[in-house]
């Protein structure tokens, strides 16, 4: 679900991600003259090289099926769809990003495929369905849809995605252990896979060096930054009305905002998911419930939520909601706040008026670390075409690997620096280290909303005890489950 997001900062993402993707086209060869309508352009020699290596790869033991896959040149039309906010990453990055992927994987098919995108407009409520979305446009439907792993369980509820465990046997060319640890169980279900991660958003923290020099604390160690070392330092830099110029600083910003949202929704950021997810891990359990809320390990790290809140005073007063709080951060009187690292550039991380700031992981609870799934992919179960649907998904997922940051597959720092050069070296090198113990949240976009209602608005906006918290967000679960 979508947190709030500053005006500014989405400025500062679009033009990021519209400069990467300006770079990429050209990469790709966009300046290229158009050629006559129906005439394919000839494979240059390095092409047709690379696919006969490519062919003489192929093992019997996995025979790549050609049949229903288009002969190079022919440009079939593949129109991939994926839900847009107008104020996110994705609203802004991801087209940039799929038109210039959708050249290269063009390109590396030998023209098979013509990519063609298609927005579909997303709203901030637990009852959006994207299934439902998909089914009223007009036309023929999407072969490819691209998506947050939230929307994965409305999808295969409505039957869209097309099973893919026949095709990835077939490939030879798809490699689990590509993969990093734990991330392809995020598109599949009951065993069986439906979509193929793309991009990764590992929970951080960004920390404000220089609050941090004026409270008299150093950075904290990358590698030994727990809940202690998280809650010293948030204490170090809190401000107050005592505290002359930080009358309203907070050490760490603990929001949700007291406007909830169309649907009766509210938005929270970090939501306390994301701590249990560090502490807990997948919150339904082995079984498939979520009776994980009912446990004392629960009931701990909920406290440590309420605390933030209602003894540290982590959480701004609610007339400081919104613009409030931007300005209090403009202002470098804010120590620490969460950040899903998803998208590209984080040049804002670096830019006026923004203070002297740099990442840390988000604080270890003795689990692993918290991550989301931004972006994966899959067939849709309508295309007329499964094997070239497939195929031409292939291509596109292999292409977004080198565009799409944090990457799914696994990527050495230099790689990830590439890809995102606003960040300092020891970040990519930290995020590269969190990813082969990341812990991935598997919470559908309806139970985001009803443990972020019961929970952060519960005890941050009507101060319940956590015991009501936690047993009205587990009673609203079962009763979603009962649907």
Known sequence: MRGWTPISRRRLLAAGAAGFGAAALAACGESEPALPEGLPKPPTPSQAAQARAVAAEVTEAAPRDTRGIPAPGAQQPVTVAFPALPDSVWGF???????????AASAASERRYRYESRSIADVFKRDYSLSARLDALPGSGPELVMFHAHDLPDLLAAERLLPLDSHLQSDAEFDRGAFWPGVLDTGARDGVQYALPVAVAPWTIVFNRDLAAESGIETPDRQTFDREAFLQAGLAMQGGPSVEGREHGLGFLLQVDPRPGPGGDYASWPPAYVFMQAAL??????DGT??????????????????????YGFAPKPERSGNRVWL?????????????IQGTGYAWLRAEPFPNQVLLPFPSFG??????????????AAAPEPTAAYDAMRALERALRRVAFVPAVTSTPQELGAMAPGLLPEEVQMLADLMPRASYIQLSRRERSVLTNAIDAGIVLESLPVRDVLLNAATDLAALSDR
Do not use: C, K
């Not at 990055?93 to 050249?103: T, V």
């Open 93 to 103: 990055g991801i087209e940039p990003l799929l038109l210039s992927a959708g050249l």
């Open 281 to 286: 891990g997948n919150l339904r359990g082995g």
């Open 290 to 311: 979520f009776q994980t809320l009912r446990s004392a390990e629960a009931l701990e790290v909920v406290q440590f939520f309420h605390d933030m809140a209602h003894v």
């Open 328 to 340: 209090t951060y403009t202002e470098g009187s804010i120590g620490m706040w969460g950040e899903s």
């Open 367 to 380: 689990g692993g670390a918290p991550a989301d799934v931004w972006t994966m992919i899959g067939v849709s």
